[in-house]
């Protein structure tokens, strides 16, 4: 029995990461937004 076996979890562990790789993205994004808006009010 190896230490780390995804075999029966393969799905969830690929919608986990996909969870978290669209938690970052909207992050980015928002954060991007609020540079933006910043910058076009000059604040």
Do not use: W
């Amino acid at each position: 029995m190896p230490l780390l076996d995804i075999g029966q979890h393969k799905a969830l562990l690929g919608t986990l990461v996909a969870d978290m790789v669209l938690q970052i993205l909207s992050y980015v994004s928002e954060n991007e937004r609020v540079n933006i808006k910043q910058l076009q009010t000059g604040t």
